[in-house]
């Protein structure tokens, strides 16, 4: 037993290792900076973020009921996920002056560089904005904050006086980013404005976990050996060494709030390969699980373990799709979330 549990040590040393030596690779700057802003003020001073819009948000839409907003991921390709979300929103038939789509970038410090951006445009180091981060450009401010600021402006009754519903979209690195952020978010606060507000979490690498529970061979949690790998429940896998955005309120405070969200989970059936190149392979992420399916169905495992009867979210399977964004975010499941007009696939 002390063998294996030895080479276990020295397997997940290794994939650290690599994992570690592969993040620290030169970004590839983006192709394209998204031409609309939004204005981030703060205590710190002024900045700006792009993104990508289907109509102008700062004059009054009265005919928008429904906004989409649709997050990449770790390539920062924005305009290629507002594609996709054209596509699904056509896919879905609904008209187009009643559905706002919203495609934010958070941009890295390789991107600015590239493209010899403005001072003031938000930027991270890496993709640090993956786990929360503080921006290292324009002013440091959260990426969970930029999504808030996003979510207020959404809901300004002056802007958007029907807006009915507002969902946040991600597959892969943008789910990873979502998952957290419905941790983070106040979103509850919305439903006294008549306004819900729902997240499509899609084949994410990992998820964040409320304690030291983590699946067992079986797939069912069960309490994690913290000597495998020591971080395991860290930030942003766990609740420790949280960021100060969600530092304020206990992790107990957190789960009750996140559960209340509703979330529809969603994993392609094959996207099951342990040794895809996008996959976390940190021994933290392991630890859920040795690829996505595994860990999408642990994870959903833990929260209906922990909360059999007041659960508001979901788990489907979109069969005979692997790692691949457009098709997750067009099945029927995403549409059925995104924009309430069919019925999401078993």
């Excluded at 060494?241 to 979330?263: M, T």
């Amino acid at each position: 037993m002390r063998l294996n549990v030895l080479r276990w040590l020295v397997i997940a040393t290794a994939l650290v290792a690599a994992t570690t030596s592969v993040q620290a690779r030169p970004l590839r700057p983006v192709d394209a900076i998204a031409d609309a802003r939004l204005a981030i003020d703060t205590p710190q001073g002024h900045a700006q973020f792009p993104l990508y819009l289907s109509a102008d948000w700062n004059v009054p839409q009265p005919d928008v009921q429904r906004a989409v907003v649709i997050v990449h991921g770790r390539l920062r390709n924005a305009d290629t996920y507002f594609h996709t979300a054209q596509h699904a929103r056509e896919l879905a038939g609904v008209d187009a002056a009643s559905t706002l789509l919203v495609a934010p970038q958070f941009l890295s410090g390789a991107d600015v560089r590239a493209h010899d951006a403005p001072g003031d445009l938000l930027s991270w180091k890496g993709n640090a904005w993956m786990a929360g981060a503080n921006a290292a450009s324009g002013v440091p401010v959260s990426s969970y904050a930029v999504l808030d600021d996003i979510e207020r402006h959404l809901a300004d009754r002056r802007l958007f006086p029907n807006l009915k519903t507002i969902v946040f979209a991600g597959h892969s690195g943008g789910a990873q980013v979502l998952q957290r952020y419905a941790i983070a978010s106040r979103a509850n606060a919305l439903a006294a404005q008549g306004i819900d507000v729902r997240f499509v979490v899609a084949s994410p690498s990992s998820y964040a976990y409320f304690d030291g529970q983590r699946p067992d061979a079986n797939g069912a949690p069960a309490a994690f050996d913290a000597s495998l790998c020591p971080g395991f429940d860290r930030w942003k896998y766990g609740m420790e060494d949280r960021p100060a955005f969600i530092a304020g309120r206990s992790a107990a405070q957190l789960e009750a709030d996140y559960v209340k969200r509703r979330i529809v989970y969603l994993v392609g059936g094959n996207d099951h390969n342990p040794a895809s190149a996008s996959l976390d392979k940190s021994c933290a992420a392991q630890a859920q699980g040795a690829q996505r399916v595994a860990r999408a169905q642990g994870f959903f495992r833990y929260l209906q373990a922990r909360h059999p009867g007041n659960l508001n979210q979901t788990f489907h399977i979109v069969p005979g799709v692997g790692h691949d964004g457009a098709r997750m975010l067009t099945s029927g499941c995403a549409l059925a979330t995104m924009f309430d007009t069919q019925t999401c696939e078993r």
